[in-house]
């Protein structure tokens, strides 16, 4: 790995079942001026997964299917699922990471970690 490679942070999400989830907006910043870099033609993914070895996502969250938002030159990523989708989550707890895909098919992980889902009441 390159010394220049940006290591994945690692970072727990909270998801409350039934409701929507849309946690604070990443912003993605040059590490030595703070600029934020422009995302532009860049696309994102992520999946959660029970176990990191399960073939099966429990959901999978792209910009192509709208759960997640790029800010072009704002440098932003936005996370989203909507209430229908988090009521239909039925887990304890699982795994995830986050992949930014640059324009020139380069990809790095960002985001990596657990997913703990607090159960729903009112249904």
């Known amino acids: 790995m390159s010394s220049q490679q940006p290591t994945a942070a690692t970072y727990g999400l909270y998801i409350e079942q039934g409701a929507t989830w849309r946690p604070d907006h990443i912003v993605m910043r040059d590490k030595q001026t703070q600029v934020p870099l422009d995302l532009t033609g860049c696309t994102a993914r992520m999946h959660i997964r029970r176990t990191l070895p399960d073939v099966g996502t429990l959901i999978e969250l792209t ?13 932003t990523i936005a996370l989203y699922i909507s209430d229908e989708d ?4 039925n887990f304890k707890s699982a795994v995830y990471d986050l992949e930014l895909e640059y324009p020139n098919g380069d990809v ?7 997913v703990t889902l607090s159960k729903e009441v009112t249904r």
């Open 108 to 114: 790095v992980r960002l985001l990596q970690g657990s």
């Open 63 to 75: 910009t192509n299917n709208g759960r997640i938002t790029l800010g072009g030159v704002a440098g």
């Open 86 to 89: 988090t009521a239909l989550l």
